[in-house]
């Protein structure tokens, strides 16, 4: 193997490829990036066994060949040369690559090609379904934080992903809230699907479409064991949980008896106020909804919170509001984080009673539901 290519390009893919690396895998190769000049360009690959990177950068291939090295050793060295052209060359008898840039040079040692895994990509099966990055990493953004954060029960630490015409939907579920965006594919999906994907790999996923412009593709391997995406120069697998995903359609209340609509930011704003003074008393900030008299008197809400320790605080925020006067309290971290997840300049919340769930709508848009259990208040 023997090449050229831009300090900077390689530095870009060697830092989107070491987000895979493993760190703690008693498998040395793991911990290594793979090397391959192939095709006319320098393709780089690293996985952790539940996830896997591969990049691709434009690059002079005199000689092709294939090897492993140590990734971050690599990483750290490249982001120390300065953004000239960079030489690569394979001692293969060594099992080394020699690295060079303007007046620096190095010799890293490798581990064979051989002892790297196999990887999938999207070029063995036929795309399922392609998508707006920015439509895809925003509906990330808007479900991921509501998965579980441990194994107890392993679906709930991931996604729900289900592809049904022209439309993805996306869910998650901790037991405690669910998170639920519709999104428009580019075009109808190749088959209808359902399958789960871990909350932490799309996460990984979302940072590497942040700055893609062009339609992402995502496959679905036939045996549903892997989604593979394709976003410009890199592709993403990722594993995917085998269980039975809740039916978000049964956990969202389908009616309520008082609904409010406030202001986003003012709603975020108060929330956090009251999460200052709710950590002292199990995050409890409680929401108080009071009925006007008419059109020129649509009602007000109070978003407090109090704990002996601490002291108390109330916001007072004008609102529309629908039904009977009502209460309700939420953990104030769920709160804060469905707020800052919404776009939309209104939030609706609608509820039956203080005992049952709570149920959070962008206004003016039908694409994002997320619901919060409540938690238990005095009178």
């Not at 900077?8 to 703690?24: F, I």
Request: glycine share 6%; net charge negative.
């Amino acid at each position: 193997m023997r090449l050229s290519c831009q300090q900077e390009d390689l530095q870009r893919a060697l830092g989107h490829v070491s987000r895979a690396v493993s760190r703690k895998s008693t498998l040395p190769v793991l911990g290594n990036v793979l090397l391959s000049a192939e095709g006319g360009r320098l393709k780089l690959a690293a996985t952790n066994l539940e996830i896997a990177i591969t990049a691709w950068a434009d690059a002079t291939i005199e000689e092709e060949g294939t090897i492993t090295v140590r990734s971050d050793l690599l990483t750290e060295f490249v982001a120390s040369l300065p953004n000239e052209t960079v030489s690569i060359e394979l001692d293969r008898a060594a099992l080394s690559v020699a690295v060079s840039c303007a007046r620096s040079k190095a010799h890293i040692k490798g581990i064979s090609a051989d002892d790297f895994p196999t990887l999938a990509t999207i070029a063995d099966t036929e795309p399922t379904a392609r998508i707006d990055p920015a439509v895809f990493h925003e509906a990330i953004g808007q479900v991921v934080f509501a998965a579980a954060t441990d194994d107890s029960r392993p679906v709930l630490a991931g996604v729900l992903a289900e592809f049904q015409d022209a439309t993805l939907t996306l869910a998650a579920a901790d037991g405690f809230r669910l998170s639920v965006r519709r999104c428009e594919l580019a075009g109808p999906s190749r088959e209808q699907l359902a399958i789960v994907v871990p909350a932490k790999a799309l996460q990984e996923l979302a940072r590497i479409i942040s700055d893609q412009q062009e339609p992402i593709d995502l496959a679905v391997m036939p045996n549903r064991s892997q989604l593979l995406v394709r976003a410009g120069n890199i592709e993403f697998l990722s594993r995917l949980i085998d269980g039975h995903f809740p039916d978000v359609r049964h956990i969202i209340p389908q009616s309520y008896g008082t609904r409010v609509v406030l202001n986003r930011d003012e709603f975020l704003a108060a929330a956090r106020r009251a999460k200052l003074f709710a950590q002292a008393n199990n995050d409890v900030v409680r929401i108080q909804m009071h009925p006007g008299d008419g059109e020129l008197d649509p009602g007000f809400a109070t978003i407090s919170a109090q704990a002996a320790e601490t002291g108390d605080n109330e916001d007072y925020l004008e609102a529309r509001v629908e039904g009977p006067q009502a209460q309700i309290a939420f953990n104030g971290r769920y709160l804060t984080d469905v707020l800052s997840v919404m776009r939309a300049s209104e939030v609706a919340l609608e509820m039956t009673s203080p005992n049952a769930a709570g149920v959070f709508r962008p206004v003016g848009s039908d694409d994002f539901t997320h619901v919060i259990m409540p938690m238990v208040i005095g009178t």
